[in-house]
């Protein structure tokens, strides 16, 4: 069965100022998606950003981007000029190309520090 | 809007007494999934449908039945809950696996 594993419960950032989040997993696949959700205090799953696996190009959304490694597996989101509204949890996830089942991570809480 | 839709959002029951989450997607998707969300454990699929009348267990499916009858609602049931079944609910509907469409999130507490 896949993995996905976030190595850090719980990361703090300074207002402004930019903080990567670490996930790796584990597949024997070659075609699939990662995604990251983010999970503010409304419980609400909000997805940041996506990573198709094919692709070799980083994915970039505004201020979010990722380091996709795939002979690694690894998968890190970078946000740059961290604001106060960033803080929330956050869920690494890997869905194999047409299996529609989502495996997350267990979650990093960022607390973004005025 | 297209939206995922989940009743109740909040409940609170004893065990044993049989209740059942809705979820609503009206976005014409063929997948649709439900997902609980437990400290320290992420969230784990419970059950999946490619389309009407096909279902499949996920990773943790004990305790939970599921039925689609119709393409947009996917009901979960739980017959006899448990308080091991206090959790967060989540419902998810895609065309594939491009983008997962998350609704609000179900509070169940089992007492």
């Known amino acids: 069965a896949q993995t996905v594993t976030q190595s850090q419960p719980e990361m703090s950032v300074q207002e402004a100022e930019t903080v990567t989040l670490s996930c790796t997993y584990d597949?024997?696949?070659?075609?699939?998606?990662l995604f990251w959700y983010k999970q503010p205090p409304s419980r609400q799953m909000i997805l940041v950003i996506r990573?198709?696996?094919?692709?070799?190009q980083n994915a970039t959304e505004n201020r979010f981007s990722v380091n996709f490694q795939k002979a690694a597996k690894s998968f890190s989101l970078k946000i740059s000029d961290s604001q106060l509204g960033d803080a929330a949890m956050y869920f690494c996830?890997?869905?194999?190309?047409?299996?529609?089942?989502?495996?997350f991570g267990t979650g990093t809480r960022l607390t973004v520090i005025p | 809007e297209a939206q995922v839709t989940q009743n109740p959002r909040y409940l609170i029951t004893v065990t044993g007494k049989k209740l059942t989450v809705t979820c609503s997607q009206n976005?014409?998707?063929?997948?649709m999934s439900w997902y609980r969300q437990d400290p320290g454990l992420g969230l784990r699929q419970i059950y999946y449908?490619?389309?009407?009348?096909?279902?499949d267990k996920g990773d943790v499916p004990e305790g939970y039945k599921v039925s689609r009858k119709e393409k947009r609602n996917f009901p979960l049931i739980l017959e006899s809950p448990s308080p091991n079944q206090t959790s967060l609910y989540f419902c998810?509907?895609?065309?594939?696996?491009?983008?997962?469409?998350f609704g609000p999130g179900t509070r169940l507490t089992v007492t």
């Open positions: 998810a509907s895609s065309r594939d696996s491009y983008e997962q469409y």
């Open positions: 597949t024997s696949e070659s075609d699939y998606y």
């Open positions: 990573q198709e696996a094919y692709k070799q």
């Open positions: 996830a890997y869905d194999q190309t047409g299996a529609n089942n989502l495996f």
């Open positions: 976005m014409n998707h063929e997948y």
């Open positions: 449908s490619m389309n009407v009348e096909v279902t």
